[in-house]
């Protein structure tokens, strides 16, 4: 069986193949598809931010490091600290120019962290999703609590922090349990369109619930109140 290709070579081939969209992040090579090289200079922008990038507009606030992505992650258009790279509140009003492929992936790792290995991962089959159970069975110390919550209450609880309009943009692959799929978000939630798809857009992917979700576990399973028959 041949190699897998490496992150930059892959990232290289999307390009090529049309990958121009991430998030909330447009990808605007500085050639057409077919010249792309490793070497191309590449411009990423906020995807309501395309037009006017794509037509020269100086109003962009300009970035030229694959390290200033990560100041544009930090806050939102509010100056409010983003905890979740993948929540929809990515701020506006920015532009930044990168030189090679090289750069582009480090750009976007800042911006969305490991986006374009879990998405070769996951073309390639290889990507293991772990339940939301499983997650909660590793937790020690003050959240080892956190498993005692309920399905039902789980499923509200993933219904308020995954929903891709106010909370979190990533595809879930994983189950509440092993016979049990999330059923309180929208269908489009969960369809990744990745092994079989073009190259377009590259998915977010949850191959397990975050911290985040963890920490609210906790939380709401010292509210269940637990009935013990007499």
Not at 27 to 40: F, K, N, R
Not at 193 to 210: H, W
Request: proline share 7%; hydrophobic share 35%.
């Amino acid at each position: 069986m041949p190699d897998s290709p490496s992150l930059n070579d892959f990232l290289l081939e999307a390009l090529r193949n049309g990958f121009r969209s991430i998030g909330q992040v447009a990808v605007l090579p500085s050639v057409a598809a077919a010249d792309i090289g490793a070497d191309t200079r590449f411009s990423l922008c906020h995807e309501s931010d395309r037009e006017t990038a794509s037509q020269g507009d100086t109003s962009l606030e300009p970035f030229d490091t694959p390290e200033s992505a990560r100041r544009i992650a930090l806050e939102n258009d509010a100056g409010e600290y983003r905890p979740l790279h993948s929540s929809p509140d990515l701020r506006r009003g920015w532009i930044l120019h990168l030189e090679g492929v090289q750069n582009l992936r480090l750009a976007l790792d800042f911006l969305y962290p490991a986006a374009i290995g879990m998405w070769l991962a996951h073309r390639n089959g290889s990507l293991e999703a772990h339940s939301f159970r499983d997650k909660l069975a590793r937790q020690t110390g003050m959240y080892r609590s956190a498993n005692r919550i309920s399905n039902t209450r789980a499923q509200q609880l993933l219904r308020k922090l995954c929903d891709p309009s106010s909370g979190c943009l990533k595809k879930i692959l994983w189950k509440i349990d092993p016979t049990t799929p999330v059923a309180s978000l929208p269908p489009e939630k969960f369809d990744t369109a990745t092994k079989n798809g073009d190259y377009t857009r590259c998915p977010l992917l949850c191959q397990e619930a975050c911290n985040i979700a963890v920490a609210e576990a906790r939380k709401e399973a010292r509210k269940e109140v637990i009935v013990v028959p007499g």
